[in-house]
């Protein structure tokens, strides 16, 4: 055999057990994100899952083992945190709650440094604030930043709009306007039951702002949505 070839055979030998050496460290982190993207879009769908296979599957070595750049698998992970967190919160686990809005904090950092213009961890973040009480400026700048790398997507709109609406006084006039337009967006869309819930979170003060966008829509659109606010109170 000449040198050449015995050559080219130790590198074709060595690059193939490399692949299989590859295949057998990615597979399992592959295996996970494919899990997390799964339990992404059933969680974006509003699904509801048990807080302990949430826990279960949030404390996994292979979620752990996750990249901070995969970001439908941060996703995932930050929507089923973000579960954990409120599940504390109205448990009374202050110790939980610490817990997982230190993790929220750290895994929001992290994956914004990949992906700076991820609108739902930027509301993820200012959400974050709201629960622990802070909605100062630095707050209200999460979300400013969440309508400004997503402005007109429904999907996001029908969960930043539950959450911008408690704040809405507090907001600059130029925000102020993207909530209002995006509320008076969601009843035109169809998305009655989020802008009615939003409607019902909403501070006796604001609701006159409220109630301009309500009379922009026609009759139908109208009707659909006081309905549904009505069930929402009987």
């Not at 089923?80 to 817990?99: C, K, N, P, Y």
């Not at 950092?109 to 629960?131: M, N, Q, Y």
């Not at 702002?209 to 949505?225: C, M, N, P, T, V």
Request: charged share 25%.
């Amino acid at each position: 055999m000449s040198l050449k070839l015995a050559i080219q055979r130790l590198v074709m030998l060595v690059l193939g057990g490399s692949g299989l050496i590859w295949g057998f460290l990615v597979l399992p982190t592959s295996d996970a994100s494919d899990d997390l993207r799964y339990i992404e879009t059933q969680l974006l769908r509003s699904e509801t899952f048990d807080s302990k296979a949430l826990a279960v599957e949030l404390s996994s070595p292979a979620a752990e083992a996750v990249s901070a750049c995969d970001s439908s698998s941060q996703t995932a992970l930050l929507l089923i945190e973000m579960r954990l967190t409120q599940a504390a919160l109205r448990a009374g686990a202050v110790d939980d709650f610490d817990r997982h809005a230190n993790s929220l904090e750290t895994r929001s950092k992290e994956t914004l440094g990949c992906a700076p213009r991820d609108s739902l961890v930027w509301l993820v973040a200012f959400s974050l604030k709201i629960l622990h009480g802070q909605s100062d400026k630095q707050a209200l700048d999460l979300l400013e930043m969440s309508y400004e790398t997503s402005p007109n997507e429904a999907w996001i709109g029908i969960r930043r709009i539950i959450a911008a609406m408690p704040v809405l006084a507090l907001l600059s006039q130029p925000l102020q306007e993207k909530v209002l337009a995006e509320f008076e967006q969601l009843a035109r869309s169809g998305f009655v039951y989020e802008a009615a819930r939003s409607y019902a979170g909403a501070s006796t003060s604001t609701r006159p702002l409220l109630l301009d966008r309500i009379q922009r829509l026609d009759a139908r659109e109208q009707k659909l949505f006081w309905d549904e606010v009505e069930k929402m109170q009987s």
